[in-house]
């Protein structure tokens, strides 16, 4: 069975310094991954994805992704953050027709 | 572009009363996907339909069910609703050519009271 580990619950960092958000899965086979992003009462939108090409992805708004197949990884980066990335973000994994969302990740931007 | 509609956005119902949601998918979209997202929660997966067909299924009550009409509209019917129904609803939609990625609703807010 497929799984999605986020650890950190929440992540604080300063306007301006790099994010880092951790993702881990488990899957029996070829995964597919995902990132998506959910502010505040608001719908989740997707940021980037993983499907098997290129193991670093980029996506919207500087973000982007490697995927580390020996470490089962999917993190999420950003070179510089911005107060209007504070959200709520997701790692989802699918494989298959199953869709397993992480618990997310609470990112804050400190002025 | 078109993207995936869900009415209606906000619902507030009482204890035992049944609720509707419907979801429209974006055009030409043959898969929808309903998730579940309590208060701080991560979505959890209900159930997906393919070409109106129960395609997969998470953990949706048995007091709930679902359909794919010939539209590829969906509507999820609840029953007998519970204080712990009170949710953010998404529907997601995809199709064949974009078989790995979900486009999300803005979801419907159910507040039981």
């Known amino acids: 069975a497929q799984s999605v580990t986020q650890l950190d619950s929440h992540v604080s960092v300063s306007e301006g310094t790099p994010v880092l958000l951790r993702c881990n899965y488990s899957s029996s086979y070829s995964p597919s991954l995902f990132w998506y992003v959910q502010h505040p009462n608001k719908g989740l939108q997707l940021l980037l994805k993983y499907t098997s090409a290129a193991t670093l992805v980029k996506g919207i708004n500087g973000f982007e992704a490697e995927f580390k197949k020996s470490e089962t990884s999917f993190h999420l980066t950003k070179p510089s953050a911005h107060m209007s990335d504070a959200a709520e973000y997701f790692c989802?994994?699918?494989?298959?027709?199953?869709?397993?969302f992480g618990p997310g990740t609470r990112l804050s931007v400190l002025p | 572009a078109a993207g995936v509609i869900q009415s209606p956005r906000h619902l507030i119902k009482e204890k035992r009363e049944t609720a509707t949601l419907k979801c429209y998918p974006i055009?030409?979209?043959?898969?929808v996907y309903w998730y579940q997202q309590g208060p701080g929660q991560d979505p959890q997966f209900l159930i997906s339909f393919y070409e109106k067909m129960q395609s997969d299924k998470g953990s949706i009550p048995d007091r709930f069910s679902a359909q794919q009409f010939s539209d590829y509209h969906s509507e999820l019917n609840m029953s007998s609703l519970e204080l712990g129904d009170s949710a953010l609803y998404f529907c997601?939609?995809?199709?064949?050519?974009?078989?790995?990625?979900?486009?999300f609703g803005p979801g419907t807010r159910l507040t039981v009271l």
């Open positions: 055009p030409r979209h043959d898969t």
């Open positions: 989802v994994v699918r494989t298959g027709q199953n869709f397993v």
């Open positions: 997601a939609s995809s199709s064949k050519t974009s078989y790995n990625e979900q486009f």
